[in-house]
């Protein structure tokens, strides 16, 4: 193409986002069409690749595309093939693509769309996209080394160890979180809980399948579970329609705790290929294919946004979620924006595949902002919802009490009309017995997914359809995630354990699976427990954990990325991870000092432990509370969320010394002290 | 985009659209072709006796959820 074509092109894609930009942001009174909100971004995206992607990639990185990635220099026809960057970029956008842009975003909604807009379109192009791209760049010039190993070999082993007991920490904390998703989505939904537990008939004969009958036939056996799912779906209505059936599969919140705690620990230790590999199968292609047709949908459909830009609850005083627009909105929508976890993909499987440096930016730069784009997306789905119904569904009954009166009451109060019978009816709807309260984004997302699709294909009873697949969609990826994350977590532990006593590392071994999947278990499952029996929904006290963690994962990979780029001798460069790193250090120390020791009960632990120990010192029992016993485990839980925050901030100041000292140590050394392989730089 | 940049077209020799479908899909559950692990084989180590397919498919199975695997969230 002729230069000037060129430029004249961006050009018009730059004037065009900037005019969809202005009407999300600056039109005000009256809805606003999803459809300028998607060109915006799609315009921001195209505009972060082509220019900034391009100039972090060839200028700060130096990719070199004559230079031998690890797939080059040792294929061996498993781990290490050099493969087309289109195959590495959905192999690579399936290992990042999970949960969180899709339940952050909606939970982000209740301050109105266009904060949570304008952090993720910010947020995924100077941090997010360029975390996840300069990790799998390094990992790349390690032969596809972990983040973990990374930073010991280039902060010492100190710093890799104390790396180490935090990514632990934050798995535990993010698989409680998407496990309580999971159990607030289905509790008291009959058609829901029935058709996710389909999904394990379902993957034992797909397992069985490829072990036996027909080995490595991925596809004829994904298509085969993606049928008997969709007949779950349909099955699930009838099952809850039936008065027999129904109450078998109308589960509390406590109960669907405890078998998904359970259910965890039997499917991580079995062996994967019965269960948890085609499950994994299965998820994986609904998750892609979901995604794309909600795409599609929603540019078919292009619906009005009925959340207005701005709500009054940026104050901090928000029933979703508790705490001010700074910092809780930026860790709330975590993975959409920036995603710590996408560290540790980028130096997995990913790097091993990459068949040229070239290919770098569009796989790292470009996955993530298709990632945003899901997250975007997702809250196009919550603010399409009335948004009367939209807090109905987020706002704990502490806040609204049990019955569409008390809630359609509650919620006007707050400026969002809504009637009793709206209410109703959208239950009725889904297939639904109620929709208050069902706190955790999914159902939320379900809501309004089926609304979209619902334009697309409608008749009778399909919203209630494509609520229970939208839930299906959510729930199989989640629980997934919570299984493969539980054996992760597994492993982590034997690793730990294993520096104290060596026959603890051996996976072969039985005694050590088990006592370290139990702990792993244990460890979730406690957070996941108290988040169940929590006043306040539980959403309200983990996922800002989780998020913080998050966030705080991806502050320390992005610290180790700027001592890379210092050992490199990049100096020049520093600022492009070094604002990231600042800024989500900023945003997560407020965030943690604030849910420790903030005054307002609902935002800081300490404050909810001293309202507990002053009613008890009182003889008074507090809700949820029925016992004085009771009492005192809410105290020590949050005494337990008050430590763990604390943790995460000891960890990642930890390493941001470790990480200052290296780097001030390699500014003094004139040549680059980098541990690269291949044709290292100035060896 | 030009194939000169894109060396891996002689990689795959029937790269059609359909192929690149199939891939794509195999990419995203971490299952890769056997048919390319039989070439690597017979390029790189011909007296070595290759996997065969069911062998081949379970350790790449093993793989995606051993040790040193990472899920995100």
């Known amino acids: ?683 | 985009m030009p194939s000169a940049r894109d060396p891996l077209r002689r990689l795959s020799p029937t790269g059609g659209p359909w192929r690149r479908v199939v891939d794509v899909a195999r990419a995203l559950i971490g299952a890769p072709d056997y048919e390319r692990y039989l070439a690597h084989q017979a390029a790189h180590h011909p007296g070595a006796v290759p996997l065969d397919r069911a062998a081949f498919f379970a350790a790449r199975q093993a793989a995606r959820f051993a040790r040193g695997a990472t899920r995100c969230c």
């Open chain 1, 1 to 683: 193409m002729h230069p000037i074509v060129h430029r004249m092109l961006f050009g018009i894609v730059a004037l065009a986002g900037a005019i969809c930009l202005g009407v999300v942001a600056l039109r005000r009174g009256e809805p606003v069409n999803a459809m300028w909100l998607v060109a915006a971004s799609i315009a921001v995206f195209v505009i972060a690749f082509r220019f900034y992607a391009r100039y972090v990639a060839t200028h700060a990185l130096g990719i070199d595309p004559a230079r031998l990635t690890p797939a080059r220099r040792r294929p061996d026809g498993m781990d290490y093939v050099a493969t087309d960057r289109h195959v590495v970029f959905g192999h690579h956008f399936a290992a990042i693509a999970g949960a969180g842009p899709l339940i952050g975003p909606v939970l982000a909604a209740q301050m109105g769309y266009l904060p949570g807009t304008l952090w993720i379109l910010v947020g995924v192009v100077l941090a997010g996209a360029v975390q996840d791209m300069v990790i799998l760049f390094l990992s790349t010039r390690r032969d596809g080394r972990s983040l973990g190993d990374m930073i010991r070999s280039e902060l010492g082993n100190a710093a890799g160890g104390v790396a180490m007991v935090g990514i632990l920490a934050i798995m535990i904390i993010l698989l409680a979180v998407l496990a309580l998703v999971v159990v607030k989505a289905l509790a008291q939904s009959p058609w829901g809980t029935f058709t996710v537990a389909m999904t394990i008939p379902v993957a034992l004969l797909m397992g069985l399948y490829l072990r036996y009958l027909r080995p490595g036939r991925v596809g004829e056996v994904s298509l085969l579970g993606l049928v008997l799912l969709l007949a779950s779906v349909w099955l699930g209505g009838v099952v809850a329609a039936n008065p027999a059936w129904a109450p078998l599969f109308t589960l509390e919140a406590k109960t669907l705790a405890f078998a998904l705690i359970g259910y965890g620990f039997i499917a991580s230790v079995l062996p994967v290929w019965l269960l948890l590999a085609p499950r994994d199968y299965l998820s994986t292609f609904l998750k892609i294919g979901t995604i794309g047709l909600l795409a599609i949908a929603i540019f078919i459909v292009a619906p009005d946004l009925r959340m207005p830009a701005v709500t009054r609850f940026i104050d901090g005083s928000g029933p979703v979620w508790a705490g001010s627009l700074f910092p809780f909105l930026f860790i709330t929508i975590a993975c959409g924006a920036v995603s710590g976890f996408h560290s540790l993909v980028a130096s997995g499987t990913t790097p091993k595949m990459i068949a040229s440096e070239a290919d770098i930016r569009y796989i790292g730069y470009g996955a993530m902002l298709m990632e945003a784009f899901v997250a975007i997306m997702a809250l196009v789905a919550a603010c399409v919802l009335e948004p009367g119904v939209y807090f109905a569904m987020n706002s704990p009954t502490a806040l609204i009490g049990g019955t569409v009166e008390s809630a359609a009451q509650a919620i006007s109060s707050w400026g969002f009309v809504v009637t009793p019978e709206m209410l109703a009816s959208t239950a009725r709807d889904i297939g639904e017995t109620t929709i208050l309260s069902r706190t955790g984004g999914a159902p939320t997302l379900a809501v309004g997914m089926a609304e979209i699709f619902n334009r697309v294909i409608s008749g009778e009873g399909m919203l209630a359809f494509w609520y229970h697949y939208a839930i299906l969609f959510e729930a199989l990826f989640i629980l997934t995630t919570v299984d493969a994350g539980t054996r992760v977590g597994r492993f982590m532990i034997q690793d730990l354990l294993g520096t104290v006593h060596a026959p603890f590392r051996q996976t072969e071994s039985w005694t050590a699976n088990l006592v370290a999947t139990a702990l792993c278990v244990a460890g979730w499952g406690y957070f996941l427990y108290a988040g169940v029996v929590d006043p306040l929904g539980g959403i309200n006290t983990l996922w800002p954990l989780f998020g913080i963690a998050n966030q705080m994962l991806a502050a320390m990979a992005l610290i180790f990325a700027t001592v890379c780029l210092v050992k490199m001798k990049r100096e020049r460069y520093v600022w492009i991870t070094l604002l990231p790193t600042t800024w989500l250090l900023i945003c997560t120390f407020t965030a943690g000092w604030q849910k420790i020791f903030h005054a307002n009960p609902r935002i800081g632990f300490l404050a909810h432990a001293r309202t507990y120990t002053d009613a008890q010192a009182a003889g008074e029992v507090l809700a949820p509370a029925q016992s004085l016993a009771e009492m005192q485990r809410i105290i020590t839980n949050d005494y337990v969320n008050a430590s763990l925050a604390t943790l995460f901030m000891g960890v990642v100041l930890a390493l941001l010394c470790f990480g200052i000292r290296a780097a001030l140590v390699a500014r003094r050394i004139p040549v680059p002290t980098v541990r690269e392989v291949g044709h290292a730089i100035g060896a």
